[in-house]
């Protein structure tokens, strides 16, 4: 079981890039998967989740509007489509599923910073200059 997140990098604020959440190993098709940051000496924040059992999502107050988190079934991958970045989007971002399929929703995945999520991939860098 492998989750690996890719498509970070730096861009100038008011700038798009697009995550990448690859799973390998077993299929996301039932699963919760969340992205979360973490800015270096600050608490992991939930940024979006989409519960693929039934399509439903959650979104931060702070990305609402300019974030938007979809799945690619034949691609095993769930991306995050990032546009109008600022600064202070500027974090490292985990993709990350919990253990079981359909053990929890899309607001319980993104409210609690990633408590109970199993699997994460290893972070992929944004940056955002101003």
């Known amino acids: 079981v492998q989750l690996q997140a890719s498509g970070g990098g730096l861009v100038h604020s008011g700038g798009s890039l697009r995550l990448s959440c690859k799973a390998s190993g077993f299929f996301l098709d039932k699963y919760a998967v969340g992205w979360f940051r973490q800015v270096a000496g600050s608490d992991r924040e939930g940024v979006s989740c989409?519960?693929?059992?039934?399509?439903?999502?959650y979104y931060a107050d702070s990305v609402k509007g300019r974030f938007t988190i979809a799945r690619d079934n034949a691609e095993n991958t769930v991306y995050l489509q990032m546009n109008d970045l600022k600064p202070n989007d500027t974090a490292v971002y985990y993709c990350?599923?919990?253990?079981?399929?359909?053990?929890?929703?899309?607001?319980?995945?993104?409210?609690?910073?990633?408590?109970?999520?199993?699997?994460w991939g290893k972070g992929t860098l944004v940056t955002v200059s101003s």
């Open positions: 989409i519960d693929l059992s039934d399509g439903s999502t």
């Open positions: 990350a599923t919990p253990r079981k399929p359909q053990s929890m929703g899309a607001r319980r995945c993104g409210m609690f910073g990633g408590k109970g999520m199993d699997y």
